[in-house]
């Protein structure tokens, strides 16, 4: 059974960091594309980052460029999202997703796997 587990959320102040974390089981870690996606209600789901099988490629969302950090840990399965400099607009529930092998799938919000969640909020 495949399972990808967030954790790191909470509440934190405007410009504060945070160090969001998935922890995948049950599954060939190394051999899946992983990225980040954030929601907020009465919208859709939304692409944040993405980094590819052996990490040597990334993609940001516009809005989180030069603030936050995908990287992954192939030997601990894990994959992690440093979020800094915060703003209240980065509230939301964000969701881990996963790929086999296909970075641009996971991008795309199209592959198999997701997270349950774990919310995030950023007080002005």
């Known amino acids: 059974q495949v399972q990808l587990v967030e954790s790191g959320g909470g509440l934190v102040q405007a410009g504060g960091s945070l160090r969001l974390s998935c922890a995948a089981s049950?599954?060939?870690?190394?051999?899946?594309?992983v990225g980040w996606f954030r929601q907020t209600p009465g919208k859709e789901r939304e692409f944040v980052a993405a980094i590819s099988i052996n990490g040597g490629t990334t993609e940001y969302a516009d809005s989180v460029k030069g603030r936050f950090t995908i990287a992954r840990d192939n030997t601990e399965k894990t994959t992690y999202l440093q979020m800094n400099s915060l703003k209240p607009e980065d509230t939301a529930v964000y969701y881990c997703?996963?790929?086999?092998?296909?970075?641009?799938?996971?991008?795309?919000?199209?592959?198999?796997?997701w997270g349950q969640g774990t919310q995030v909020t950023v007080s002005s």
């Open positions: 997703h996963g790929a086999f092998l296909n970075f641009r799938t996971v991008a795309a919000g199209r592959g198999l796997y």
């Open positions: 049950g599954l060939t870690f190394s051999t899946y594309a």
